[in-house]
């Protein structure tokens, strides 16, 4: 800590209102510092960071932090407001505000220097000091630690001798992982307040801290030996089959934080229950981290259905790039004819365009054939691991078979998924867990599922996917520019989350069995999709002063992204102004997904952007669908981000370091 901190980086009269202004008064003594080089690129970092999770703890404090390529060196700045400002806790403002500021590439020693200053705000000792604090050089010598301790290294499972004495000769004992999206100070936050709550309770906790920025196992002695499991953690467990076959805990990150003590005697009562965890390297549910402490604020169903459902459409859309685009190339070739050649197993002459072109379509036509069936597979597999896999992919097949197509597949895979978790949940004889899940599970859940789709829905669901074609192939006027707006909103609202995802995957879904209607809605959702990083590009270049150096650089290279139908190429300034950009991009995709539906323009390649404009019926009354919608989504997000700067700015905050940044910006 002995360079992390110095008095120019603590303020004890931190006028600023909001988390905003609070985190840039504290960057631009950064920058005065020399520690940060890019004020506003900076910024748009721990923008980006709180946007995943509110910094906020209990018992006011607040801890913006986030890996910059725009800092120099490890760095905290800490701030101290009189009138508190709210940053997400559940029990109102934070009056101690740190910004914890780490190099991009920052190693585990520089990490470990980090994680110093999140145990200590766990001592309510350390913070009652930092408040009555006057001088600005002893605040920050108090935050470098350098006034002595005796307390034990905390997070390591040792615990207090009074506390394994009153507790009896063996202990209780818990292992821990906690993790946080950065890794750097909700993570041993919650490390430390476990360990602090297991010396209070006479209870061994022994912690691994994972996150983003690597992790060292427990040793598995260790983990044999423990009597529980708590997992605090915001982003996925890794390894966790380590734990299997023992009571567990599932939370959120700041669960562990906040009610450490609640989370021990909880994991106590499965034990002594002999409530046994069956995990998998699928689990991925947890408490929401802000219940009530009983244990059930799991998940809500909307969210895992979307976790599961997302699981399928990552593992389909490589089959569905590689599959299409070959499709697309083949017909560039030998025309749309050339779907009904022959097979090229038996007719084949090397010379001849049409049989490399057919063999193109045929090779395509090979991958989108697993379309249905992997993404019915992997649905079940996000939903129940490996076991899932086998009737998930059989119910894909039968949904083909059946004619329900991709809604079928999307049922297909959630009843495998569904089937397969409640046969996990049947106690069985130690002898069989060997052979349940490579031959029970999937043989039981495959006849199930085939049940189930042969004989039960497969047929309805049928009938339903010919509805939805027949509408598609009926859409005309107002219909089909309705549909392209509502694409378009789409597309661009989460630029390649789950809404964006599920507009794509629905557009997809019509190339299976491609009619004039789902031509036309592939073409809306593709042209939509470009228009937020071509705004970006385009907004980045005429008006340069409204953006940082940092994002006319992702400017240059949102144009290729956007070319190329990678939405995620906004994501940057999204993150940084989301107020201003998604609105505007939003705007854009609608206009655009409107016009393309208007047009009539056609599409029968799912990816490409550009580069497949041969294949795209009306080609440039789909380019001047695209053009306007870039052009409304840029004049937006001009008009917007210029009305900011006009907004005069406010007088210096007392003490506050100036910066060599000329531009005024005022928080939304």
Known sequence: MSELITAELVDLDLSATTKDAAARSLAERMVAAHRVTDLDGFLADVAAREAQMPTGLDGGIGIPHCRSEHVTAPTLAFGRSGAGIDFGAADGPADLIFLIAAPAGADDDHLTILSGLARRLMDPEFTAALRAGTDPAAVAALIRGEEPTEEPAPGTGETEPEAVEAAGSVPFRIVAVTSCPTGIAHTYMAAESLTAAGRAEGVEVTVETQGSGGFK???????????????????????????RGKPLVDVGVKAGINRPAELIAEARRKAERGEIAAVSEADGGKDSGDGDGSGADRAHFGVRLRTYLMSGVSYMVPFVAAGGLLIALSFAI??????????????????????????????????????????????????????????????????????????????????????????????????????????VIPLIASAVVGFLMFIVVGKPIASLQSALTDWLNGLSGSNAVILGVVLGLMMCFDMGGPLNKVA????????????????????????????????MALATTVRKKLFTKTERENGRAAWVLGASFITEGAIPFAAADPLRVIPSVMAGGAVTGALSMAFGATLRAPHGGVFVVPLIGEPFLYLLAIAAGTLVATALVVLLKGARRAVPAPAPEAGATGSDDSRVTVAA
């Open 217 to 243: 196992k427990l040793d598995a002695a260790v983990v044999a030996a423990a009597d529980a499991v708590i997992w605090a953690h915001d982003v996925e467990v890794r390894e966790k089959t380590r734990f």
């Open 334 to 439: 030998g025309g749309y004819e050339i779907a009904s050649a022959e097979s090229v197993a038996d007719h084949f002459v090397w010379g001849e365009a049409d049989s490399w072109a057919a063999l193109l379509n045929q090779i395509g036509s090979a991958a989108f054939a697993f379309l249905v069936p992997v993404l019915a597979g992997y649905i079940a597999y996000g939903m129940a691991d490996r076991p899932a896999l086998v009737p998930g992919f059989v119910g894909g097949s039968i949904a083909l078979t059946v004619n329900a197509g991709f809604l079928g597949g999307l049922v297909a895979g959630l009843l495998a998924g569904a089937v397969v978790m409640a046969i996990q949940r049947v106690p069985v004889h130690a002898t069989l867990r060997g052979i349940m899940p490579v031959l």
């Open 504 to 535: 794509y995957a629905f557009a997809v879904g019509g190339l299976a069995d491609p009619t004039d209607g789902s031509l036309k809605v592939m073409a809306a959702v593709m042209a939509a999709g470009m228009v937020p990083p071509l705004a």
